[in-house]
């Protein structure tokens, strides 16, 4: 059913003709993206910073806390980053745009749309089905920088390395073939978070009731495909490279 929405929504003719709703778009992006940045930011902080502060007595006993750096930097790249991230956007962003739409499905303003002659799937479910998907693989590089800082924070408290000795260690241990499918399975997040986001408020029942069912079924549901993509990326990830 998604995919058949998803088709019928991007497929048709005044979706995909111009005039395209670029102010609309620009503006999901700053909400999607700019208005999550604190968030994500102070997450991925604290990310970074309870990871290394956890490994940092295991990694002692084997006297191998020089390559602290270089684990922090791929744990937060390859994994921990892109999917804590994801399940942020999924709580924030997903929830957000089903009650959004899902109020405005059950007070018909989306039919009041489609009398006006204005493509509701163009101008709601597009816009913000191509903001998720670019802003958050952003979110997730901002949330990987932050995570290293954090690192690099709880690696000082009991130890003394330069911010450049400290880097230089964590881009020593990460090659393209860390970074690229870590990046390229957040855009799927992205994608998958907004398109469901944007199905679950669009097929909202009539009444109230219904958007708060929307906002929380689109979390769950986004959550799920998030660690469906995740161990689908992992496996292909491990097969081709």
């Not at 881009?171 to 907004?194: H, N, Q, R, V, W």
Request: aromatic share 12%; with cysteine; net charge neutral.
């Amino acid at each position: 059913m998604l995919l058949y929405w998803l088709m019928s929504s991007f497929i048709s003719k005044e979706a995909s003709k111009p005039p395209f709703e670029i102010k609309e778009l620009i503006k999901q992006c700053y909400y999607i993206g700019y208005k999550s940045l604190p968030l994500v930011g102070i997450t991925g902080f604290i990310m970074g910073l309870v990871l290394t502060i956890q490994s940092r007595p295991t990694m002692a006993q084997f006297g191998a806390e020089s390559y602290l750096p270089g684990m922090i930097g791929l744990s937060l790249v390859k994994e921990i980053a892109p999917v804590v991230t994801a399940l942020i956007c999924a709580g924030k962003i997903a929830s957000g745009i089903g009650a959004e739409l899902g109020s405005m499905k059950v007070t018909e303003q989306v039919d009041a749309m489609e009398v006006s002659a204005i493509n509701p799937y163009k101008y709601l479910v597009v816009t913000r089905i191509l903001a998720t998907t670019l802003m958050v693989p952003m979110l997730v590089v901002f949330a990987d920088g932050i995570g290293l800082l954090g690192g690099f924070a709880g690696i000082n408290i009991h130890s003394d390395f330069s911010l450049v000795h400290y880097f230089s260690k964590v881009f020593e241990s990460l090659d393209f073939i860390d970074i690229i499918p870590a990046t390229i399975k957040t855009i799927f997040f992205g994608f998958f978070i907004g398109s469901i986001g944007c199905y679950k408020g669009f097929t909202a029942a009539n009444g109230t009731e219904s958007v708060g069912k929307a906002a929380n079924s689109a979390v769950v549901v986004a959550s799920l495909t998030i660690f469906i993509i995740d161990m689908l990326a992992v496996q292909l990830t491990d097969l081709f490279f």
